[in-house]
């Protein structure tokens, strides 16, 4: 019986994957974009926050968006409280993230504000390209213990070793981040809805980002999904209009004489069939069978 219902388990999440597979996954996302936190601790320090202001950073806010808005605004010269606002807005995604995660991952109460500290981007994406239950939780842990525990050391290590490394844009270890969440992203484009939506989220976000504040453009991109979702609603609605206006369509003038039409009509003479209409005698055999 319990083997029974851990295959129903199986069938109604989908299809298996190892948990080896899943963890190895994690622990590339977890890796690669954790040694980011060398470019946050650098620029943090730069910027002329001291150690343990960067490093409360990564251990409390821990989304490293938010932490870069926040800390170049304030080396640009930005009041600390609109690069505060900023950095908010930027982190607001994370939010949506947990309403999509909390059902997926489905954790005990009393695991998920814990768990919470943990939705980010990269453990939203490696959660949603897992098959099962079981799979997510492991992507999401080890995504989330890998990152952390290298973000918040790195961050450290860049803080104390800032004038050595020198200017992190000859490292590159800015672009780490944002190049393996697209990495991540791209396969899950599946449909053309997908890729329009996408595509218009990254229109949106890149032309308001000269005249917006930081972390307003990524919450006016959101908007490309119900502006895609409502375009294709519409395509399908005038699509169905047409196919009813069309001789034969359901619904048409002509009537039932296309090939909705005739299907409807073979559907009628199987039932009347079975009801005994068309054949010889058939209301009296119906009759003698009640």
């Known amino acids: ?14 299809a298996d994957k190892p948990d080896q597979a899943v963890v190895r996954d994690a622990l590339g996302v977890g890796v690669a974009v954790g040694l980011s936190g060398f470019a946050f601790g650098v620029t943090s ?3 002329g926050l001291g150690l343990l202001q960067t490093c409360a950073l990564s251990l ?8 870069f808005a926040l800390v170049g605004a304030i080396a640009a010269g930005g009041n600390p409280f609109t690069a505060a606002a900023g950095a908010f807005f930027l982190g607001v995604r994370n939010a949506f993230y947990g309403l999509r995660l909390s059902q997926l991952l489905a ?6 504000p814990f768990a919470a500290q943990w939705v980010i981007d990269e453990t939203t994406a490696v959660t949603l390209a897992q098959p099962s239950r079981r799979a997510r939780r492991i992507g999401f842990t080890v995504t989330g213990l890998t990152l952390y525990a290298l973000w918040n050391l790195t961050t450290l290590l860049g803080a104390l070793g800032a004038k050595a490394i020198g200017d ?5 270890l800015d672009a780490a981040g944002p190049a393996v969440f697209l990495a991540l992203l791209a396969p899950m484009l599946r449909t053309t809805t997908e890729r329009a939506v996408a595509g218009l989220a990254v229109l ?4 308001l980002l000269p005249v917006l504040p930081a972390g307003v453009p990524v919450l006016v991109a959101a908007l490309a999904a119900p502006i895609a979702l409502v375009a294709e609603g519409r395509r399908e609605g005038r699509g169905r209009r047409g196919v009813r206006g069309r ?3 359901t619904g048409g003038p002509a009537g039932p004489t296309g090939s909705d039409g005739v299907a409807q009509v073979d559907r009628i003479d199987q039932v009347d ?3 005994g209409v068309d054949e010889p005698n058939g209301g009296a055999a119906a009759e003698e069978g009640r």
Request: glycine residues 18%.
């Open 1 to 14: 019986m319990a083997q029974q219902t851990a295959l129903a388990d199986m069938t109604a999440d989908g």
């Open 45 to 47: 320090a730069g910027s």
């Open 60 to 67: 409390l806010v821990f989304t490293g968006a938010s932490q």
């Open 107 to 112: 954790l005990p109460r009393a695991v998920r």
């Open 168 to 172: 992190t844009r000859a490292w590159g």
């Open 204 to 207: 949106l976000g890149l032309g």
């Open 247 to 249: 001789p034969g369509g």
């Open 273 to 275: 069939r079975i009801n």
